[in-house]
């Protein structure tokens, strides 16, 4: 329950287009995905994998986001105007990120290992960003609209462009 209060006061501060915590809690797609990725997670650490991964399937059809059971997700995350979004198996996200609709959190290579990011407290991921790899966002960092990053981005940095220009 204080989890559940949590998300809707985040989504509130990180929306202003959302009125009022019963129209987030009814209309918003991320939060949702959030909550059954919780669901997910637990079957997914339970060692139910097929379960879990019907799961979060049933949700990349029902909301546009697909978040894999075995991501770990931070609390008062929120997922902006989300289709589109891919969380890969080994990412981690911190506490209260923000990630915009299409930001994908890829793996780089195909084995078994830690191959999606670690996003660490309070980062902003634009719409269209692609973070791809074992690489490491620092907290409070912020990567602009459809960057491309492949490599570690420093705490409170300021990431534009395709290329991940850091311009502070």
Avoid at 84 to 94: H, K, R, Y
Avoid at 128 to 137: F, L, Q, R, S, V
Wanted: charged share 15%; net charge neutral; no cysteine.
């Amino acid at each position: 329950l204080i989890r559940i209060r949590e998300d809707i006061q985040a989504g509130l501060a990180k929306d202003p287009a959302t009125r009022s915590a019963l129209e987030l809690f009814l209309t918003s797609p991320g939060l949702h995905a959030l909550w059954s990725h919780q669901v997910a997670h637990m079957l997914w650490n339970w060692g139910l994998h097929i379960p879990a991964r019907i799961h979060s399937q049933w949700t990349r059809f029902w909301t546009g986001i697909e978040i894999h059971p075995a991501a770990q997700i931070g609390r008062r995350v929120v997922i902006d105007h989300g289709m589109g979004v891919v969380i890969g198996e080994t990412a981690i996200i911190g506490d209260d990120v923000l990630i915009y609709h299409g930001v994908t959190l890829g793996g780089k290579i195909n084995d078994t290992v830690k191959r999606h990011p670690t996003i660490g407290n309070n980062v902003m991921l634009g719409a269209g960003a692609k973070i791809i790899g074992d690489i490491e966002i620092g907290s409070g960092a912020q990567i602009g609209a459809n960057a491309v990053v492949t490599k570690s981005i420093p705490s409170g940095a300021v990431i534009i462009g395709p290329q991940a220009t850091i311009i502070n």
